[in-house]
């Protein structure tokens, strides 16, 4: 939720400015997903996160219904008669982004690559290949339009030991794209689950895009929600570090978080933080 809200946002502030960009997704899944299939039946968690706000956002104060706004609106776009479709990040760039501009989408699991063309029908600014997001993305660097964003968004897959690899090839990917296009911004989403690691893999990822890539540390968001307490040996929440974070996200999000955090909380542990290295934590 955390990821798709400040996704959002970042197209919004992107669409400010004429010039055409283009949006790199090296995981990009399905693209849309049945709130009222079998697979969401299985697994509900939706209605505890997407179906609260859902409910509640026409009653939330004004700066939080402002920050949501570009999130929800694509939501709102796909679902008339209540809420029974969700978009994935491929689909939110396709409603946000412009005529002119370009998406490049890499999904190497091929019956979600399949229903990923299916999603995004015959878009021309749409390219989809089958392949590692991890392998291509050099590729892609620097893309010709010379602005836009980069999603890396691996599935941090739950069997042992892959968490930590998915946290190395992210950051080895990172170093790898700053280099190339040190002006890009880059969505980095990670689960909580071990807060080390997490910290770990955050103060690692800002000491390179600092060094390798000269981002001022101002320019580097961290943004977190986590609905229970962390380290009680199970997914307590997500967030995404954000390189070149367009002006004005940082804002909306410390608007958005708290009341998401408060919505969504699952007993007492839950929290939020939207913070820069460069500045105390909340």
């Known amino acids: 939720m955390v990821k798709h809200a400040a996704l959002a946002l970042c197209f919004d502030r992107l669409n400010t400015k004429p010039a055409p960009y283009r949006y790199i997704d090296t995981h990009a899944g399905i693209g849309e997903y049945d709130l009222a299939g079998d697979e969401a039946e299985r697994s509900p968690e939706w209605q505890d996160g997407v179906g609260r706000v859902w409910q509640a956002e026409s009653g939330a104060p004004q700066d939080v219904r402002n920050a949501l706004a570009p999130w929800l609106g694509v939501i709102r776009s796909l679902n008339a008669d209540g809420l029974r479709h969700y978009p994935g990040s491929p689909l939110i760039a396709s409603r946000m982004m412009r005529e002119t501009d370009a998406l490049r989408l890499c999904e190497l699991h091929e019956p979600s690559a399949d229903l990923l063309r299916e999603t995004m029908g015959r878009d021309k600014r749409v390219k989809i290949e089958q392949r590692d997001g991890f392998e291509a993305l050099p590729a892609y660097l620097p893309p010709p339009e010379r602005r836009g964003l980069v999603l890396i968004d691996p599935p941090f897959e739950v069997a042992a030991g892959s968490r930590k690899a998915d946290f190395d090839?992210?950051?080895?990917?990172?170093?790898?794209?700053?280099?190339?296009?040190?002006?890009?911004?880059?969505?980095?989403?990670?689960?909580?689950?071990?807060?080390?690691?997490?910290q770990d893999f955050d103060g690692e990822l800002a000491s390179m895009l600092i060094e390798d890539g000269g981002i001022e540390p101002e320019k580097i968001l961290v943004a977190d929600l986590w609905v229970r307490a962390i380290g009680e040996g199970k997914l307590a929440g997500a967030g995404v570090v954000i390189a070149n974070a367009p002006f004005g996200v940082s804002e909306h999000l410390r608007a958005a978080l708290p009341w998401l955090c408060d919505l969504m909380k699952q007993g007492d542990g839950a929290g939020w933080r939207v913070e820069s290295p460069a500045a105390e934590g909340q």
């Open 169 to 198: 090839w992210m950051l080895k990917a990172a170093r790898g794209a700053i280099k190339r296009w040190p002006q890009g911004v880059y969505v980095f989403w990670r689960p909580i689950k071990n807060l080390d690691q997490v």
